[in-house]
């Protein structure tokens, strides 16, 4: 190799031996035309390659002492292969473009003299410079464009393209910036982008002749995914987490647990809900609350099984605790985002992996509909076979009798239907973790890899591959399963008997068996109603459901329904808002950090993608 090396090329290349000959020949040749002899070289940085571009690299390299080849077995990703390559190259200027030649080359010269010279740290080319635009078809042009856009707008670059693959650095930039750059996939040329303008490094972008060739590379698995996170995480590192702290993140996170409850009053009228609550019995209405602060420590105690059966074994208060949380979460955030936020916290306070806290809460969300729903249906097949007239009462109260107004029917069919479908979901769901706990087969990889052929789907897979057997693992113990079944019920009954005491706060009389019936038959449809994130903390839903189904079913007017279904619900939020602040406070942890604990899920499974 010719000493006096200034200037490294690399060539990062996957299944390129149609075209790697041609692309080292050319570069070599555009080098050599305004670089003095010797003063470069051209590295082959070969990513686990499938074809014979590792036999073609070696014949190079033997050929041409200014070619050398960096082979892998297994795939790095774009930035890892340019990682590794530029801290083994020896010039002091780097440089790397897209083998595909799709930028004139007639430009390598401007970026290579740019850093070269000293005036600019980094230097890169740009398809979207005004008036120097590339003629991209659509399938290429349209979803740049709205990358670009996302990573000028969240992220405060100045630039107007980042994954141009034609792009130059010097060696001390990438020295200081390499430790700072995460991503090692197709994001890493925009990180090293953005990170480079944030700690005042001087970039240039120039415009450049871009010819687009071969088949368009847009990915479903990397480009949403990948890509799509990969800005969220840099938003949340740069934007957020200097502000944030867990004081602030704590204070923050009570703030948002109050304003759940004033939520509740931006889609109910508030002078219903004091005019209800004013007429209840509030001794009855506070002991309907300390029976369903009951139901909690049950749910711990379900969820520390569930864990227990995927290896992890933890204390009931704990997670007791972490359930407020998530679910004081899922009354603030929309989406049902509180459940990310449980899963970060069994993460970062007992290290339990991310695939495993996501698959613990999806064994548990199953069970529970599972639950509410045999409920539900238990309840209407007895009064279909005992009461014929109930489901009769039923079917015209949702085709408009019983005094409701037109909103409140909307709001009851949507209710009733969103229930009858997520009830059927829960049973497939079972059904389908049942069977494939039978069998040691495991399809998500197969899957995930014929929707893409992108290094970063052995990172997808994997997560995936890891949370399917988690939920496996649960389902093929039948004690276990028989237990978390009746924990369940335990936790759902208790729910039921909160709604049964707060309407007979409101004075309602019925005989026992119609009170239990009408109890467990409303509250298991309003909270099936209420899984689909509609609203915050599927308010509204719930009381359309229970609503309805009260009116149909007995004597009690929709005024009086209506008000001990916003009692019963809001008996039920406050206590979880003030478990989950409490919760909050005792474990110190916040709804906020949350979110900043999301960009650890990479670690889980870096072994699995990023092997050097």
């Not at 297994?74 to 030649?101: K, S, W």
């Not at 996501?358 to 969300?365: N, P």
């Not at 494939?436 to 495991?442: P, T």
């Not at 990889?445 to 057997?469: M, P, Q």
């Amino acid at each position: 190799m010719p000493e006096g090396v200034e200037v490294s090329v690399v060539l990062p290349a996957y299944n390129e031996a149609a075209t790697i000959e041609e692309t080292v020949s050319v570069t070599l040749e555009t080098l050599d035309s305004f670089l003095p002899a010797d003063s470069f070289e051209v590295i082959v940085a070969e990513d686990g390659c499938e074809d014979r571009t590792p036999e073609i690299a070696d014949e190079l390299a033997a050929a041409d002492d200014r070619v050398r080849h960096f082979h892998s077995d297994e795939r790095l990703g774009r930035g890892g292969a340019l990682n590794r390559a530029f801290e083994a190259a020896r010039g002091d200027t780097l440089v790397y473009f897209d083998t595909d030649l799709a930028t004139d080359m007639r430009h390598l010269e401007e970026l290579v003299e740019s850093v070269r010279s000293g005036e600019w740290d980094l230097a890169t080319g740009s398809r979207w410079m005004p008036g120097e635009e590339a003629d991209r078809p659509a399938k290429r042009g349209i979803p740049s464009r709205g990358f670009n856009l996302m990573v000028r707008t969240l992220l405060g670059s100045e630039l107007r393209d980042h994954q141009a693959g034609f792009k130059a650095i010097s060696r001390s930039a990438f020295q200081s910036l390499r430790s700072h750059v995460k991503d090692k996939h197709w994001f890493w040329d925009t990180e090293i982008l953005v990170k480079a303008q944030r700690r005042g490094f001087r970039v240039k972008e120039f415009a450049v002749d871009w010819t687009p060739k071969g088949d368009s590379k847009v990915d479903l698995v990397r480009d949403i995914l990948g890509m799509g996170s990969q800005i969220l995480r840099v938003f949340w590192e740069i934007r957020v987490r200097p502000y944030a702290n867990r004081r602030t993140g704590l204070v923050v996170g009570i703030l948002l647990s109050i304003l759940a409850i004033a939520l509740m009053f931006v889609y109910l009228d508030p002078r219903t809900v004091l005019a209800e609550m004013a007429g209840a019995d509030p001794v009855l209405v506070a002991i309907a609350a300390a029976v369903y602060l009951l139901s909690w420590p049950i749910r711990g105690y379900r969820y520390r099984d569930i864990l227990g059966e995927l290896g992890f074994r933890e204390r009931t208060g704990f997670l007791t605790g972490a359930i407020f949380i998530s679910q004081t979460g899922n009354l603030v955030f929309p989406a049902r985002a509180g459940d990310a936020v449980r899963a970060y916290v069994i993460k970062a306070r007992r290290r339990v992996p991310y695939a495993s806290g996501f698959a613990s809460l999806a064994v548990e969300r199953v069970f529970d509909l599972l639950t509410i729903t045999f409920l539900a249906g238990g309840v209407f097949l007895g009064l279909a076979a005992f009461g014929p007239e109930y489901v009769t009462g039923l079917v015209q109260t949702l085709a408009g009798g019983a005094g409701l107004t037109v909103a409140q029917q909307q709001s009851a069919r949507t209710a009733v239907l969103v229930a009858s479908g997520v009830g059927l979901a829960a049973i497939a769901a079972v059904l389908a973790i049942v069977l494939s706990a039978r069998s040691d087969r495991n399809r998500i990889r197969g899957l995930v890899e014929w929707a893409s052929d992108d290094s970063y789907v052995e990172y997808v897979a994997s997560v995936l591959e890891r949370f399917v057997t988690d939920v496996q693992t649960v389902a093929a113990n039948r004690p276990a399963f028989a237990r978390v079944g009746l924990a369940s019920v335990g936790v759902w009954v208790i729910d039921v008997l909160t709604a049964i005491l707060v309407f007979v706060a409101f004075g309602v009389s019925l005989p026992t068996g119609l009170l239990l019936a009408v109890g467990f038959f409303a509250v298991s449809v309003g909270n099936l109603a209420k899984v689909l994130p509609l609203s915050p903390g599927g308010i509204g839903l719930y009381e359309a459901a229970f609503t309805v189904l009260v009116v149909a079913l007995t004597p009690v007017s929709p005024e009086l329904a209506l008000g001990a279904a916003i009692v019963d619900h809001g008996v039920k939020n406050v206590v979880t808002v003030i478990g989950g602040a409490a919760s909050m406070v005792v474990l110190n942890v916040s709804l906020t950090e949350a979110v900043e604990g999301s960009a650890d899920v990479d670690t889980d499974s870096s072994s699995a993608v990023d092997q050097p």
